[in-house]
């Protein structure tokens, strides 16, 4: 029961979304459907080329709850919440990639069974693989997550960081065996 309603107002909202999203030269992420059937709360994540500003979100919000209200698609109360990404959205589109190119990014992936996690700056991509110039640290790997400051900015390293203690200038890894990539803070 509870999946289906949250199904049956994703659908119903989806398109027009889309459209006001598209309307202001941004993309629909994604749709969240989260709390009751009697009061739903619907989150809707847009991202894009550029950057999302507070009036894209105000704009879509006011558009889409004209259109909710209009057409009936939601019934009842419901809260709406039209919102950016944070620096935790894994990249998943070519434009993410794009986006992203040159900045320092946390890349995990999978090779031959086993997890692996590599920190470095995206500077290529393609439809096939991504480029990474991975950041050099001495020392062994960590047990723990470990915070660590390299020329790159601070990374916390992960038990299973890939690290190249000779300088190694680019890695490149299938899109096939990404498992999450996301942009880290960089503080200078």
């Keep these: 029961m509870e999946i289906a309603f949250k199904n049956k107002i994703t659908e119903a909202i989806h ?18 459907v989260r709390g009751t059937p009697e009061y739903p709360v619907l989150e809707i994540l847009l991202d894009g080329e550029r950057s999302v500003m507070v009036e894209d979100c105000e704009a879509v919000s006011r558009d889409l709850t004209a259109a909710i209200d209009t057409n009936g698609l939601v019934k009842g109360n419901y809260r709406l919440d039209v919102m950016s990404p944070g620096l935790e959205e894994p990249l998943a589109h070519d434009w993410q990639f794009h986006r992203s190119l040159n900045r320092l990014v946390e890349v995990h992936y999978e090779d031959s069974g086993e997890h692996h996690t590599l920190h470095g700056r995206l500077r290529e991509y393609s439809e096939m693989e991504i480029v990474i110039e991975p950041i050099h640290v001495k020392g062994k790997k960590p047990t723990a997550p470990k915070p660590v400051a390299t020329a790159d900015g601070t990374v916390t390293l992960q038990p299973d960081e890939q690290l ?21 803070t960089e503080m200078r």
């Design 15 to 32: 398109d027009k979304a889309a459209r006001f999203a598209e309307d202001r030269g941004l993309h629909l992420l994604r749709i969240q």
């Design 164 to 184: 190249y203690v000779n300088p190694v200038a680019l890695v490149k890894i299938e899109r096939a065996h990404l498992t999450k990539v996301m942009v880290q």
